[in-house]
């Protein structure tokens, strides 16, 4: 579990989903050439804003059965403010390997 967490200037280029959706989903960002998430280039002094975070939530442990015992996960979610309200923009589970 973790408190939310800026993305902007983080390495996102590992995750084709993640990329996907913040080209279809932040309008003022891109994807560096070194793939990191920064402000779209444009002509002017002001470069865009957004203020994507991420977040790891909903932490589970639940018996899957007596054969294969316990299984983890928490969820992987990238939101942003919009109209006063969090948006999700991506969201996946990540599932732990007990080994």
């Known amino acids: ?3 939310a ?24 960002a891109e994807i560096s050439s070194a ?3 920064e402000s779209k280039k444009v002509p002017g002094p002001k470069a865009p ?4 975070k991420m977040s790891f939530i909903s932490h ?3 018996k899957d059965s007596e054969l294969y015992g316990l299984v983890e996960s928490m969820e992987y979610v990238v939101s942003q403010p919009r109209r006063g309200q969090l948006e999700h ?9 007990s080994a």
């Open 89 to 97: 923009i991506h969201k996946e589970v990540i599932k732990f390997d």
């Open 49 to 52: 804003y957004f203020d994507l």
């Open 35 to 37: 793939g990191r998430l």
């Open 5 to 28: 967490t800026r993305l902007f200037g983080q390495k996102v280029s590992g995750n084709a989903e993640l990329v996907k959706a913040i080209a279809s989903g932040v309008p003022g």
């Open 60 to 62: 589970r442990i639940v």
């Open 1 to 3: 579990m973790s408190d």
